[in-house]
């Protein structure tokens, strides 16, 4: 093979790169959009650290949050979403020591009224588990408000977190999904169309220019 023929080939190779790197560019683009529209909803979730939504910061510390109803789905456990009402075990578990030698308040509270509905006086639980059973269906299905409350020196600080009753995890809609499909096949077509023409033009003025 002489040193033309590998130049011609070295050639070759660099146009056909060329021509497969926007179409990979395209796939990639339309990939990572789509990916992006499709992920489900993350409305009620923390902040970005508390990517768990099972947890709740109280302080420094975290409590991790569990709600059994054996009646329905026996040992299976949710977190803010309880697709059930009725008799239900919320099981609070310490993540840190810290908080076994401070006192806490529990308390969970149907909203928007704001009414209580259990209540946990402040004390300091050594073994750093506690377990709340509530009856939700006395109340109904909706939203609820847990409080979990640091009481120091006859200061408080509170956090919460939203649990929603009787209801399924927030999921994509069947539109969000479609309308991603619209995208990625309009990309894909937008960039078809553009190399045809661009193939056109460039056939045109190879045409149109004189022979030397």
């Not at 059973?133 to 020196?153: N, P, R, W």
């Not at 995208?183 to 960039?191: E, G, K, M, P, S």
């Amino acid at each position: 093979m002489n040193m033309k023929t590998q130049a011609d080939n070295i050639q070759n190779n660099n146009k056909r790169a060329r021509h497969c790197l926007p179409w990979v560019w395209t796939l990639f683009s339309a990939f990572a959009l789509n990916l992006f529209l499709l992920t489900p909803s993350q409305a009620h979730r923390g902040p970005i650290d508390e990517i768990d939504m099972c947890r709740i910061r109280v302080g420094t510390e975290r409590i991790h949050l569990t709600a059994y109803t054996p009646k329905f789905s026996q040992g299976q456990g949710f977190c803010q979403y309880i697709p059930y009402v009725g008799q239900t075990d919320l099981v609070f578990d310490y993540e840190g020591q810290k908080l076994r030698d401070v006192s806490i308040e529990f308390e969970v509270t149907k909203e928007p009224e704001g009414t209580r509905i259990y209540y946990h006086d402040p004390e300091k639980i050594k073994k750093g588990t506690l377990d709340a059973s509530i009856d939700f269906e006395k109340h109904g299905a909706g939203d609820y408000l847990v409080h979990i409350t640091i009481v120091s020196g006859g200061e408080k600080l509170d956090s919460h977190l939203t649990l929603f009753v009787g209801t399924a995890e927030e999921k994509t809609p069947w539109s969000l999904y479609i309308f991603g499909v619209v995208i990625v096949a309009l990309i894909v077509l937008f960039t078809i169309l553009t190399r045809a023409n661009k193939g056109g033009a460039a056939k045109v003025a190879s045409e149109e220019t004189p022979e030397e």
